[in-house]
């Protein structure tokens, strides 16, 4: 077989030694096939300019990256792990399946007794597990948080505190939503801890600032469930933090808790650094007073159908 060789005194061709050139690291292809054309002074003067674009590119993109951050955020609280009171009672699940946002939180309470020592919260809290995992067969806690009356703050649902983990707390508007139950019985009269309203207020300040949602506004909710307050397909105005009550037949979250709301909304706006117009801190004394939602044929929440099945 014949071979064809390179004539004698035949050079190589090299790449251009320019700066910037083809290959070169951290350059456009586009931008750098020219530089090789142009002479030394000007390669180097359209280096520096190519250099600045880059950089102001890079400076652009994090300007719109802060702009597409919400204005008012409020810090995250402490949360407890829900490995502090799940222990060895876990059982196998699903999945955790998740929102693109939350819009709005709903507060309950667990309708349960109120005497209890808060190192005991744990234990009352993997009751109710036990209870809607093994007496309901849900597949996880429906509440996202959980709420003591020292103002501890525990993880509920599995998915990342941090995420928009799709809940079972209130039938219909379970999406775009955090459920936060208080631990214990609010009805009417009912004394309810200015450490458990602040925390709820901190809480609801933080996942509602996620989305850049003020605490005190309304927001629009798509009902999924014809058992709720709305027909399914339905668009709904309600709170950004919500009773329980006003988006299902109940009397969650008890006339006590449910009358402090308006102070929890005040107090969490104000977490996350909005002018209220206001300087109470939420201790008002409860009024005990019903609101027209809890009024309107409630049913006790321990026997809301399964909200797991019914989303």
Same mark, same amino acid.
């Given at each position: 077989?014949?071979?064809?060789?390179?004539?004698?005194?035949?050079?190589?061709?090299?790449?251009?030694?320019?700066?910037?050139?083809?290959?070169?690291?951290?350059?456009?292809?586009?931008?750098?096939?020219?530089?090789?054309?142009?002479?030394?002074?000007?390669?180097?003067?359209?280096?520096?300019?190519?250099?600045?674009?880059?950089?102001?590119?890079?400076?652009?993109?994090?300007?719109?990256?802060?702009?597409?951050?919400?204005?008012?955020?409020?810090?995250?609280?402490?949360?407890?792990?829900?490995?502090?009171?799940?222990?060895?009672?876990?059982?196998?699940?699903?999945?955790?399946?998740?929102?693109?946002?939350?819009?709005?939180?709903?507060?309950?309470?667990?309708?349960?007794?109120?005497?209890?020592?808060?190192?005991?919260?744990?234990?009352?809290?993997?009751?109710?597990?036990?209870?809607?995992?093994?007496?309901?067969?849900?597949?996880?806690?429906?509440?996202?948080?959980?709420?003591?009356?020292?103002?501890?703050?525990?993880?509920?649902?599995?998915?990342?505190?941090?995420?928009?983990?799709?809940?079972?707390?209130?039938?219909?508007?379970?999406?775009?939503?955090?459920?936060?139950? #208080?631990?214990?019985?609010?009805? *009417? !009269?009912?004394?309810?801890?200015?450490?458990?309203?602040?925390?709820? =207020? &901190? @809480?609801? $300040?933080?996942?509602?600032?996620?989305?850049?949602?003020?605490?005190?506004?309304?927001?629009?909710?798509?009902?999924?469930?014809?058992?709720?307050?709305?027909?399914?397909?339905?668009? #709904?105005?309600?709170?950004?933090? *919500? !009773?329980?009550?006003?988006?299902?037949?109940?009397?969650?979250?008890? =006339? &006590? @808790?449910? $009358?402090?709301?308006?102070?929890?909304?005040?107090?969490?706006?104000?977490?996350?650094?909005?002018?209220?117009?206001?300087?109470?801190?939420?201790?008002?004394?409860?009024?005990?007073?019903?609101?027209?939602?809890?009024?309107?044929?409630?049913?006790?929440?321990?026997?809301?159908?399964?909200?797991?099945?019914?989303?």
């Amino acid at each position: 077989m014949r071979v064809l060789r390179r004539p004698r005194g035949a050079r190589k061709r090299r790449s251009p030694r320019i700066p910037g050139g083809p290959g070169t690291p951290g350059l456009p292809r586009a931008a750098a096939a020219p530089l090789g054309c142009l002479p030394g002074l000007a390669a180097a003067v359209a280096l520096v300019l190519c250099a600045h674009g880059v950089e102001h590119a890079a400076e652009s993109g994090a300007a719109g990256s802060a702009r597409n951050t919400p204005a008012h955020q409020a810090p995250r609280p402490d949360v407890v792990p829900r490995s502090a009171w799940l222990g060895d009672a876990v059982r196998d699940q699903p999945p955790p399946r998740y929102d693109d946002r939350v819009v709005a939180v709903f507060i309950h309470h667990t309708d349960s007794p109120n005497d209890y020592e808060c190192a005991e919260s744990p234990g009352i809290i993997r009751g109710l597990y036990e209870g809607q995992t093994l007496g309901r067969d849900w597949d996880d806690l429906g509440y996202n948080f959980v709420v003591d009356r020292c103002g501890t703050i525990y993880e509920g649902r599995a998915g990342g505190t941090d995420r928009a983990v799709t809940g079972a707390h209130t039938q219909g508007f379970n999406h775009r939503t955090t459920g936060i139950a #208080a631990l214990g019985t609010f009805t *009417a !009269g009912t004394y309810v801890p200015p450490e458990m309203l602040r925390s709820i =207020a &901190a @809480l609801a $300040a933080w996942k509602l600032g996620t989305s850049g949602t003020d605490p005190r506004a309304r927001v629009r909710l798509v009902s999924s469930n014809g058992g709720s307050r709305y027909a399914a397909g339905t668009t #709904a105005t309600l709170p950004a933090l *919500a !009773g329980h009550s006003d988006g299902y037949m109940t009397d969650c979250p008890g =006339a &006590a @808790l449910e $009358a402090r709301l308006p102070d929890v909304r005040n107090l969490a706006a104000r977490l996350q650094g909005r002018d209220t117009g206001d300087t109470r801190t939420g201790t008002r004394k409860d009024t005990g007073n019903l609101t027209e939602n809890a009024a309107r044929s409630p049913v006790r929440h321990s026997d809301t159908p399964n909200e797991e099945q019914n989303r």
